[in-house]
Every structure is written in C-alpha cells, then in structure tokens.
C-alpha cells in the first residue's frame, strides 16, 4: 500500500483547509485510514479515523467538531477537512493505513496556521 497526501499549506487562523491521501496498491487488505500529526518538539499525535466500509468515524477531543474525515471508495481516497484552524494545529499531518498486519504512512504534509 502506498499512500500520498496533498492539500497542506498556510493559512490564517480561523480559515480552513483539506487533506487528501491517496492510497494506491493493495487497498483491498486496507481496514481503517486515518490522520495523525507531529508538532516539532511534540509527540505524534491521533487525529482521526475512517473505518473502511462502514464508514465509521472517530476523532481526537482537540480537533472534534472542527475536522471532519470522510472517503471516496472509488477513489481509494481520504479527505481531511478542517476548520476554525488554531495555530495549535500547525503540524506535519500523517495519513496512515491499517491492514490486518501492517500500518502504512503517507510521506506528511506540513499545515502551517498563523494568528
């Protein structure tokens, strides 16, 4: 599985932006995708999750509410949109994908929120 993600960039707090992550390969064996981000000095961080199929969804108590993770099948695709950006958000953001043996990364894409 391979997984490429677009959509970063900066923005001004209170503005929004999306994430995509393109999965590519075996995306059949993919159970869940989701979001996970890094601020420097700071460990990596859950953001949230789609459940393949279903479309379940789950997401970090910091960003519940403003972010919102959502799927095109068709597309093997996962899309992050958040809003109400805080600078607190400023992080190299993570797609990653879970197989039953293996958990898969994106190469990150840098959100950068200014006050």
């Known amino acids: 599985v391979q997984l490429v993600e677009s959509g970063g960039g900066l923005v001004q707090a209170g503005n929004s932006l999306r994430l995509s992550c393109a999965a590519s390969?075996?995306?059949?064996?993919?159970?869940?995708m989701g979001w996970y981000r890094q601020a420097p000095g700071k460990e990596r961080e859950w953001v949230a999750t789609?459940?393949?199929?279903?479309?379940?969804?789950d997401y970090a108590d910091s960003v519940r509410g403003r972010f919102t993770i959502s799927s095109d099948n068709a597309k093997n695709t996962v899309f992050l949109q958040m809003d109400s950006l805080k600078p607190e958000d400023t992080a190299m953001y993570y797609c990653?994908?879970?197989?039953?043996?293996?958990?898969?990364w994106g190469q990150g894409t840098q959100v950068t929120v200014s006050s």
């Open positions: 990653y994908a879970e197989t039953s043996d293996w958990t898969y």
């Open positions: 390969g075996s995306t059949f064996r993919i159970n869940a």
């Open positions: 789609i459940i393949s199929g279903g479309g379940n969804t």
